[in-house]
């Protein structure tokens, strides 16, 4: 039997007061829990250790919302999948983080699970983290100390950690709104829903008509952490869609990925798919 976890009296209701509980002595024994789509499987023993003790954070309303802040679309951390698929503001800015999502379980995962409890989860399986890191999202945490922002490039340092400390909650993500940006999206599993991704990729870039520049390619279930490929972005930039262009991509994304071998699939498989994704990815983008 998986060992009993120990509940707060109550729920916070107040970002204050759940900053407070985290600032304790003993605050790495606390784990937030939004959600809970991911921790209720660790609880039930199925992976890895069940938390000690879980802090509720389900009421901070103050966790939640989507706005644009001059150069930036900011997203609460406790903002649904539900709520990215239905906002406005994420069709226009950043609709791939809402296709994301899209791909995320079913209608009840959705309902419940959040984008910030994608991210803190961190694992490199996790759907919004390559379009996050694509982006050039930034994290920001809160504590009674302050708040601070982390780079998505430095937020997932290693397997299933993040660069948080064990005072700090994630509060909002910050994604910075690029003039003439483009980012597209893909995930492959065993079904066409409900599936926990073997390849997720995200291609993002700055279209100055003829060519990309500022272009960003980051995949997920590929390795231990969520994965920029720098290799085959260097290749990328200053080119078109062109057919040539894709092949030399495709060339430098299999080169430089060194994929796992994992219950879902295999090294192999993974490096064939994502070239044959990144090459219609930019087939679709090039229009031929």
Same mark, same amino acid.
């Given at each position: 039997m998986p060992n009993a976890v120990e509940p707060p009296s109550e729920s916070p209701t107040r970002l204050n007061a759940a900053y407070a509980l985290l600032a *304790?002595?003993? /605050?790495?024994?606390?784990?937030?829990? /939004?959600?809970? $789509?991911?921790?209720?499987?660790?609880?039930?023993? *199925?992976?890895?250790?069940?938390?000690?003790?879980?802090?509720?954070?389900?009421?901070?309303?103050?966790?939640?919302?989507?706005?644009?802040?001059?150069? +930036?679309? #900011?997203?609460? /951390?406790?903002? $649904?999948?539900?709520?990215l698929r239905r906002s406005p503001l994420v069709a226009e800015h950043v609709p791939a983080l809402a296709e994301a999502a899209a791909t995320i379980g079913a209608a009840q995962i959705q309902n419940r699970g959040t984008l910030g409890g994608n991210v803190m989860n961190a694992s490199p399986a996790g759907d919004t983290l390559p379009v996050l890191l694509a982006l050039g999202a930034e994290l920001v945490l809160g504590s009674t100390n302050?708040?601070?922002r982390v780079n998505a490039d430095d937020f997932w340092p290693s397997y299933r950690t993040t660069a948080a400390r064990d005072d700090e909650l994630l509060i909002r993500i910050r994604v910075p709104l690029v003039p003439s940006q483009q980012v597209c999206f893909r995930k492959i599993g065993t079904r066409r829903a409900q599936a926990i991704s073997k390849v997720v990729m995200a291609l993002?870039? &700055?279209?100055? !008509?003829?060519?990309?520049?500022?272009?960003?390619?980051?995949? !997920?279930?590929?390795? +231990? $952490?969520?994965?920029?490929?720098? /290799? &085959? *972005? +260097?290749?990328?930039?200053?080119?078109?869609? $062109?057919?040539?262009?894709?092949?030399? @991509? #495709?060339? @430098?994304?299999?080169?430089?990925?060194?994929?796992?071998?994992?219950?879902r699939s295999t090294a192999d498989y993974r490096r064939l798919v994502a070239g044959r994704v990144l090459h219609r990815l930019i087939r679709d983008a090039g229009g031929w």
């Open positions: *304790e002595a003993d /605050a790495g024994s606390w784990r937030p829990l /939004a959600g809970g $789509t991911d921790m209720l499987v660790q609880i039930a023993g *199925e992976i890895g250790e069940p938390p000690e003790r879980v802090l509720d954070i389900w009421a901070l309303d103050e966790l939640r919302g989507i706005s644009v802040d001059t150069d +930036a679309l #900011v997203i609460g /951390a406790l903002t $649904t999948y539900t709520d302050g708040e601070r993002a870039w &700055t279209d100055s !008509g003829e060519t990309w520049s500022d272009v960003r390619l980051a995949l !997920g279930s590929v390795a +231990a $952490t969520t994965v920029r490929a720098r /290799a &085959t *972005e +260097a290749v990328l930039e200053g080119l078109g869609p $062109t057919r040539e262009t894709a092949d030399a @991509a #495709v060339e @430098a994304l299999t080169s430089e990925l060194s994929p796992i071998d994992d219950v």
